[in-house]
């Protein structure tokens, strides 16, 4: 909750009175109603007890004048108080609804945030309708943004912009440290993203602009033959021929241009592929690309993964509104969430197979199921909304008012279920989920990755564990599965580290030149950590889990490993049922969040010639109940070396497959693939240039463009 430095400076600063020391240092001298105010302002717990033992430190304590050089973070303020992470409590919806009633403040409920008059724009006196409610405060995070000043912050930052708005009734300046959406990275590199954006902006032309043939072949270029020229006009879409690439722009929400996603075909001689890149880079690219189309009395919509389906959709229906995820079925990000507020009903057409079908269902839960709407994987004619306006715009149409209802998260029937039955058996391969690209072997026994599920993984101390499920991990969060990491037992950069070497498949120490480069391509996988280390609690653990899951869309979550949350649990149960307990919080958690979660576990001290089996697994059996899938790291010694190697699948809940996958360790890459795979992988990132090849359509298609 306690996201930023600067607003426990600000209570600080409301409980303290300064006195000049010396020309650098001021002593703090303790003013307790200021204190006790400002402790029951940021909801602590225990406030006499607090105030107190914060008197003795603060009295005596010099801090540099206006905090300069070291920000006052909630870790520092924890440590000089000796408190513990539940006097912060985490607030809930409803605390913050009792919150806003007790300082009479008007608010309205909506499907994920809490609507009301917003303190950037409104006079307080000034009575404000939900249609014209400025301030969203998100019901899960807290996080408030304002449509109009586009101010947003944390739920402690905008009670002190409220506490100032009920003391002034005027609508607040824009404070000095705050920041707008889009300056949340270093001021050069956002000039210099500004600057490229206009640059890209101003060199792309328009479709009005273009020649017919050359509209006509860039449409063939990106197989969407039947775009009209009107479409791609209304959208404001460009072409840039030096790239090859179609622009989709982000307009704010008074009309500036904000930035910019290119989509570009490259021709490898044979075949077109299509990269995505955007400005600015990453998480920072927040654009419901189509939106600033819709109108403001607008009540149903439709999202697409992709800019090129957003205009199919709307060219075939007409009137509703249509919008794309700016990063496809990877995540929503909680920022859109207000832009959306608007809408009774959202339909999610995602796509066909069950990937999407999943995606979707995991953003209607965050989007509330009651207005959501989902086009089911299987669903006839099983294209993607481009594809199915090649067969005209009723094709789109039918599918759009086929929408499922996603319905209550609890209640089900056959009739709801008989769309995703059958688009497992249409789809059975993507059924089994995610494949391994570095370990085939285990794609033959447990048939890929799935979400929903508890994987449990174990192995002797020393065998590599770690090592191993970092690789397993790496593996699909190169294929887009959003990951968060929790290590307990070893750093973060150590982890980190680890990883890069098996990304990048040689000794980076030997070759710090190309560091860089490999950092560049490994910074832009989904990949997140958990800053933990040490014991922790399960209470912490699974909120962090769940903030991971509702802001970043992560869909694999590893633990390593359980022994370090036994800890820091309920003291009053013993050993074994404080882990049954966190093994049971684990299996809900998959179920609920449609997470899979890996989980390590240390195993039972057992001879070393003996292979580990079910039952080695430390604690009682609860763990081999509750796991869908159980994997054991073999590692049989020879004298004092390690010994042959191999992944052991002893329980596999999706089709019962058991076996065992053999293992290769290459100690400078610190990798676990096979041969045939780093000797492919080398290949694939020093590829010579080919010789000529007969010329092709597409090869056509793009000496045409030149």
């Not at 000034?126 to 405060?137: M, N, Q, R, S, Y």
């Not at 439709?302 to 009137?319: I, M, N, P, R």
């Not at 990883?499 to 910074?523: I, N, P």
Request: charged fraction near 25%; charge should be positive; hydrophobic fraction near 40%.
């Amino acid at each position: 909750m306690w996201h930023h430095g600067r607003i426990i400076t600000r209570l600080l600063e409301r409980a303290l009175v300064w006195t000049p020391s010396t020309s650098t240092l001021w002593n703090a001298k303790l003013n307790p109603a200021l204190m006790e105010g400002a402790m029951s302002f940021a909801g602590l717990k225990r406030r006499s007890t607090i105030c107190e033992r914060l008197a003795q430190q603060l009295v005596t304590l010099q801090v540099r004048h206006c905090h300069a050089t070291r920000p006052v973070t909630r870790r520092s303020l924890q440590k000089m108080m000796g408190l513990g992470d539940d006097e912060f409590k985490d607030l809930t919806v409803t605390e913050r609804r009792q919150y806003l009633r007790s300082k009479k403040l008007d608010f309205y409920e909506g499907y994920t945030c809490l609507l009301m008059g917003s303190p950037f724009v409104h006079r307080l006196e000034t009575p404000v309708g939900k249609e014209d409610a400025k301030l969203f405060i998100n019901k899960t995070t807290g996080q408030f943004f304002c449509k109009e000043s586009l101010m947003e912050g944390t739920w402690d930052d905008i009670q002190v912009f409220l506490e100032a708005w009920l003391n002034s009734g005027q609508p607040l300046d824009k404070p000095r440290e705050a920041k707008f959406v889009t300056e949340e990275y270093e001021d050069a590199e956002a000039q210099f993203v500004r600057e490229e954006v206009d640059r890209i902006w101003r060199k792309a032309s328009t479709f009005v602009a273009m020649e017919p043939s050359e509209c006509a072949m860039v449409k063939q270029l990106f197989s969407a033959r039947k775009l009209s020229d009107s479409t791609l006009n209304r959208f404001k879409v460009r072409w840039l021929a030096a790239t090859k690439s179609l622009v989709f722009p982000w307009f704010g929400p008074h009309g500036n241009l904000k930035g910019l996603k290119l989509l570009s075909a490259k021709f490898d001689g044979t075949t077109v592929s299509y990269e995505e890149s955007t400005l600015p880079r990453g998480n920072l690219y927040c654009n419901l690309f189509g939106l600033y189309e819709a109108a403001s009395s607008d009540t149903e919509l439709v999202l697409t993964a992709s800019e090129l389906d957003c205009l199919a959709v709307s060219q075939a229906v007409g009137k509703m509104a249509v919008a794309a995820l700016p990063r496809g079925i990877s995540s929503l990000s909680p920022s859109l969430l207000p832009y959306l507020e608007q809408y009774k009903k959202i339909i999610l057409w995602l796509g066909s197979d069950l990937t999407a079908w999943e995606a979707a269902k995991v953003f209607a839960r965050k989007l509330a199921l009651r207005r959501c709407c989902l086009v089911p994987a299987g669903d006839p004619p099983q294209l993607q909304p481009l594809q199915a306006l090649t067969e005209g715009p009723s094709c789109l149409q039918r599918v759009v008012r086929g929408a499922l209802r996603a319905a209550h998260k609890d209640i089900t029937s056959f009739r709801q279920l008989r769309e995703n039955v059958r688009g497992e058996l249409v789809n059975i391969d993507q059924a089994a989920g995610t494949k391994w690209n570095r370990f085939p072997e285990l794609n033959k026994v447990l048939k890929g990755h799935r979400r929903g599920e508890l994987t449990v993984f174990t192995g002797p101390t020393g065998s590599g564990k770690t090592t191993f499920i970092s690789e397993y991990a790496l593996d699909l969060c190169i294929q887009g599965v959003n990951t968060l990491w929790g290590s307990f037992e070893i750093s973060n950069v150590r982890l980190a580290r680890v990883m890069l070497t098996q990304f990048s498949q040689c000794e980076l120490a030997l070759h710090l030149e190309d560091y860089d480069m490999w950092a560049d391509r490994f910074e832009m996988l989904p990949l997140y950590f958990m800053t933990f280390q040490g014991q922790q609690s399960i209470k912490t653990v699974m909120n962090t889990m769940q903030h991971a899951v509702y802001v970043y869309d992560i869909s694999h979550v590893v633990i390593d490993n359980l022994q370090f949350m036994m800890g820091q649990s309920n003291s009053s149960l013993d050993r074994f049922a404080m882990q049954d307990h966190i093994i049971r919080a684990f299996r809900n958690f998959a179920t609920t969040y449609s997470c899979h979660v890996t989980l390590v576990i240390h195993p039972r001290k057992e001879d070393d010639d003996k292979e580990l089996q079910i039952s080695s697994i430390l604690g009682t059996a609860k763990a081999s109940q509750e796991a869908d899938n159980i994997m054991i790291l073999q590692n049989r010694r020879l004298g004092s070396t390690h010994g042959h190697r191999r992944i052991q699948v002893v329980k596999n809940r999706f089709d019962g497959d058991l076996g065992t996958v053999p293992l290769e360790f290459h100690k400078p890459t610190l990798s676990f693939t096979t041969s045939k795979w780093r000797v492919k992988h080398c290949k694939e990132n020093s590829l010579a240039p080919q010789g000529p090849v007969p010329p092709t359509s597409a090869d056509r298609v793009f000496s045409s463009l030149e």
